[in-house]
């Protein structure tokens, strides 16, 4: 699998940890100082996550040289879903990729990590050529503004990635683990809400609808700054990887100290971290295509470079991928 363009869309309304003080009782130095975020992208009412997504895939496409009717597989991992029974279909379609199947992956803050391994799978079979992975997400529709320990951290946004088949010399997937423990699912969570109705005399049904996020944030620091170091290193020593021969170490963007503290694990230069939380928040599954488009397109990462990624949250799930970046030229070749 190569990877071989990217693009990313954000939402136009920026919202400072000043503003956010005007509602909750938090301040721009108390947000920065624990999480590194500054400000964060947010949606307006009329700016739902389908032209969001889909402008970040014809981005994507744009930057690979490739048509909408080239692609085999839409891919896209959101938790913030503009339909339950599937976002990607509407993509698909927005974007005219008539050949193209479309379905969502939901693994929260890992789901971006977890898709691109996937559609790794598809295209290494032969079964598929071409696929677009998306990562999307507007968690500010689920987020408690009144709750100053999570309103703070999240915001909206969305990027892709192209990939294609090629052979096995050229595979830009070099590695991955992906792991998931459900017992610690409590500690970060969108949960339905528990309402019922009457439907018929001694019939009673749910009612749908879903609660606000809630997170144990010291749980799921701890659980970050032990389990991500620990994929990491498995995945580095399975495919004989020294730290040092990283070019860039791109995390899912949740916390600075998080990063900074799994660099350290490696001896990794802070420099060779990449890193966009202040100026988005988290984005979720948006994260890690996020910071890679805005590294590409500015130059920093160049075709070639070894990336380690690793995305965590909730599931409690998280993984790791070691990969190397192709370039547009791979889809032109």
């Not at 391994?117 to 032969?126: H, K, M, N, P, V």
């Not at 020294?242 to 001896?267: K, S, T």
Request: charged share 20%; with cysteine.
């Amino acid at each position: 699998m190569a990877l071989v363009g990217s693009g990313s869309a954000v939402p136009a309304f920026a919202v400072s940890n000043t503003r956010l003080s005007e509602r909750v009782d938090t301040s721009d130095d108390w947000i920065r100082s624990r999480t590194g975020i500054a400000e964060r992208r947010i949606c307006g009412p009329d700016e739902p996550l389908t032209p969001l997504a889909t402008r970040a895939a014809e981005a994507a496409l744009a930057h690979a040289g490739w048509q909408a009717e080239d692609l085999d597989l839409i891919l896209m991992a959101t938790s913030s879903p503009d339909d339950l029974f599937g976002t990607a279909p509407r993509v698909q379609g927005a974007l005219g990729a008539k050949h193209a199947v479309a379905f969502d992956l939901t693994a929260a803050c890992s789901g971006f990590l977890f898709a691109l391994i996937t559609a790794g799978q598809y295209l290494r079979s032969g079964a598929m050529r071409r696929a677009l992975v998306i990562g999307a997400d507007q968690l500010s529709r689920w987020v408690d503004w009144d709750d100053r320990t999570t309103c703070v951290l999240f915001g909206d946004g969305a990027a892709a990635v192209a990939v294609e088949a090629c052979p096995a010399e050229a595979d830009g997937l070099l590695g991955f683990r992906m792991r998931s423990d459900g017992t610690r699912n409590g500690c970060l969570t969108l949960a339905q809400t528990e309402r019922h109705h009457s439907v018929l005399s001694g019939v009673d049904a749910q009612i749908g609808g879903f609660a606000p996020l809630r997170m144990n944030g010291q749980e799921v620091y701890k659980f970050a700054v032990r389990e991500v170091p620990a994929v990491l290193k498995e995945l580095l020593e399975s495919t004989g990887t020294d730290p040092g021969a990283l070019n860039w170490l791109l995390l899912h963007q949740a916390n600075q100290r998080i990063l900074d503290a799994v660099a350290d694990r490696f001896a990794i230069p802070h420099e060779r971290v990449l890193s966009n939380l202040a100026s988005y928040g988290n984005t979720s599954a948006a994260t890690i295509p996020l910071m890679l488009d805005e590294a590409v397109k500015d130059g920093r990462i160049q075709p070639g470079d070894l990336i380690a990624s690793s995305g965590f949250g909730a599931g409690l799930s998280w993984g790791g991928a070691l990969l190397r970046w192709s370039g547009p030229q791979a889809a032109a070749a």
